[in-house]
């Protein structure tokens, strides 16, 4: 073959980085760029850069897949390294710094063609006569982050030696395709039986709780990163903790992060991906090879609540030293040894710490080199989340980046204060169970404790439904105060009939704090009969007449109802367990007509009244009557934000009388001069409730899922 030096296949890593790229063009593309202050010698830079280029393999290697059973790399003899000179001593210094910025994201953008090598890039960017800014783009899939503090000091030093007329003293460079041939040496089926084990009962990824689901919003990708230094003070108390109870700084993270996972996820059984080193140790020179060794691998963490966080972090950290002798086969593969369903991820967040230089990079390696200001971007790893742990001495940084159509930057911001929070418990209460670390940050835990639970607010709290009701109906007499099957109540006339019946009650011998029971189908006889039950001063009990007798027969002896009110064909069965009983059939208007309309005198009837008494199911022994004060339904409909209330509502009544979300539906809108539309009694299925909505122009319904 012409100008081939080598051909290989790919490591495990190699595979799921190409794969992610041919998907997603532009990922993986990482930068490193830096300033040089003083003189700089393009053409000495150049002929180091070379150097670089003819010493190590994975930067004269290209990829091929098309037409091929496995993917395979080609190391190049000869490549013409990619070099673009921008002159930017015209632009304003002010300008500059937000051009470099956009010159970066557009490079990364660019990409890489993955079959013409190198996959890397300088761009020396002069913008001035002693300042030139510069990049080096390059392609994951040759290069890890490892591999850059390695390849940029041979590069300074190759500088300074060229540069002094010198060679450089270098130890020799071991080829990439040692690892290849490492890895084919390792034992598969070993592996595939430890992450059987590891990864069993494991069905699904770890649910994220984003803003938005996945598929949602633009189909360009964009990404956001969002960072936190929690400070010195806690970075300080993160290093005395891992010295004194013996555990890595990557455990303490992963840990938190886990923790973080199975809060916002309600679930005590996470999975992660972790970036791994994958520079075997069994290699000799390893530390000094170029090229992609990391590997990404799933990390399943338990989250046992009565445990104590030290041994939890103990186990953590004995599961992480016991797979690190596998963690060289790929995701893909293990994701199969898993029981993920095919075509599922294993899981949507990705944990990266980097225990690597950053900062001290120009003390280590430019000693001579008037070089400073050393920064990186991260590539966009195809993942919703990135948790990027930047480890320091003095300042620990917390980074995420993230999918913007599925997250906010507020919400990545709380949850990167989440995490903190958790490592600040864990190093402050180590003996503590794992239910207790602590989430909220201390904001939020005033906003949940007190700005949330101040919920006080101004209502009628000394009155009663029934006055309340008057009032109302006095306002808007002539508004619909409730449909029915093609009919309609105004106020006034809902309050005529209430008080006609409410004096046949009092004829019957009800009076303040008895207990009236009723049991109507979805009617205005049903509204009508609550209404003068209160107006008597008297508490209604709603039932169900589908339960059986002896359960209705329960509940009426429990409260010693006074009246009953229902339908002649179940007066018969319920009427020897009550004292009375009235049926409100066919002629009921009629049976009223005689009776004043006007309001009725009922002293002390105000928030403190009973106004109605509701049983619980009854599924886990008998049932409970609750009973339920006037101030109680009032506050629940006045005062509050959690829904409109007016005159302009329309509400829809679908839920029994004996069910408390009736409550809402019967006084939201007849306190506020809003319509109550009955729905049919029978059971609807739901094209009939859609038909209801919008021949009503329904604006609000209570659907309780079942």
Partial sequence: MKNVDDIYRLSPMQQGLLFHTLGAPGTYVEQVYWS???????????RAWQRMVERHTPLRTAFFWEGMKDPLQAVR????????????????????????AARLEADQREGFNLSAAPLLRFTLVKCGPALTRCMLSYHHLVMDGWSLPVCMRELFLTYDALSRGEEPQLDPARPYRDYIGWLSKQDRAQAERFWRERLAGFHAATPLAADRPAGHGSE??????????????LSGRLATFTRQHQVTLSTLVQGAWALTLGRHSGQEDVAFGTVVSGRPPSLPGVDGMLGTFINTQVSRVRLPSDTSVLSWLKALQAEQFAARDYEYVSLVDVQGWSDVPRGQPLFESLVIFENLPRRGLASEMTARLPVDGFARTHARTGYPLSFVVLPDATDLELQLTYDEARFDAATVQRMLGHVATVLESIVGAPEARLADVSLLTPEERQQVLHAWNDTRAEYPSSEGITSLFESQARRTPDAIALSFEGQSLTYARLGALSNQLARRLQELGVRPGD???LSLERSFELVVSILAILKTGAAYVPLEASHPRERLALMLQDVGARLLITRQQLADALSPFVPATLCLDADWRAQLASLPDSTLEVPDVGGDSLAYVMFTSGSTGRPKGVCVPHRAVVRLVHGNRFMRFGPQEVFLQLAPAAFDASTLELWGPLLHGARLVLAPARD??????????????VTTLWLTAA
């Fill in 684 to 697: 609807l299925s739901l094209s009939e409730v859609a038909a209801l909505l919008r021949e009503h122009r």
């Fill in 77 to 100: 003899r000869k490549v013409e390294p990619t070099w673009r000179l921008e002159d930017w001593t015209q632009v304003p210094p002010e300008d500059q710094e937000a051009r470099f």
């Fill in 515 to 517: 207990f009236v029971a």
């Fill in 36 to 46: 040089w202050r003083g003189e700089l010698d393009v053409a000495t830079l150049q």
């Fill in 220 to 233: 360009v990708e964009a990404y956001g990163t969002r960072s936190l230094r929690p400070g010195a003070a």
